[in-house]
């Protein structure tokens, strides 16, 4: 519908159709992995006592993680700095897909008693369990086991 919508707009300011989708003709095979790099991608269970958060992060160190939890919304942001270049001395780097830079999500779940958030993170992936609460709590950072 966006895409009909897009399309219809262009014509309508007099776009040639050859330059309508010229970048995605060009670039759409990089965008997936460009966007797929920088996103956080996450489960998360709601439970009857708690939500519990899974959060890919591989190649983020633990120290480079910070969590908060404030007015019903726990926000997670992270860096990835340890990029390393293996190019030769004869500049044989034949490929090189791999970033570094930050990164944050923030994800609304209200109700949570904030003095009993706990998190883990193993293997590259952190999990975060939120106990469920009646009471409207306070905000705070979170200390990462």
């Known amino acids: 519908m966006a895409n009909e919508m897009m399309r219809r707009r262009n014509l309508d300011w007099g ?3 050859f330059f309508e989708n010229l970048g995605d003709r060009f670039l759409g095979s ?12 996450t489960d998360i269970q709601d439970t009857d006592k708690a939500y519990i958060a899974m959060i890919d992060l591989p190649g983020v160190d633990k120290q480079n993680i910070h ?4 007015n019903g919304v726990l926000n997670i942001s992270c860096k990835k700095d340890d990029f390393t270049d293996h190019e030769d001395k004869h500049g044989n780097l034949m490929l090189s897909e791999r970033t570094s830079g930050s990164m944050s999500r923030s ?6 008693d904030q003095s ?3 998190a883990e993170f193993n293997n590259g992936v952190l999990k975060v369990t939120l106990p469920k609460t009646t009471e409207v709590q306070g ?7």
């Open 15 to 17: 776009m040639d159709p």
């Open 30 to 41: 990089m965008m997936p992995e460009m966007i797929q790099q920088k996103d956080l991608k």
């Open 67 to 70: 969590m908060n939890y404030e």
């Open 107 to 112: 994800y609304r779940l209200p109700n949570v």
């Open 116 to 118: 009993q958030i706990s």
């Open 139 to 145: 905000s705070g950072n979170i200390e990462i086991q």
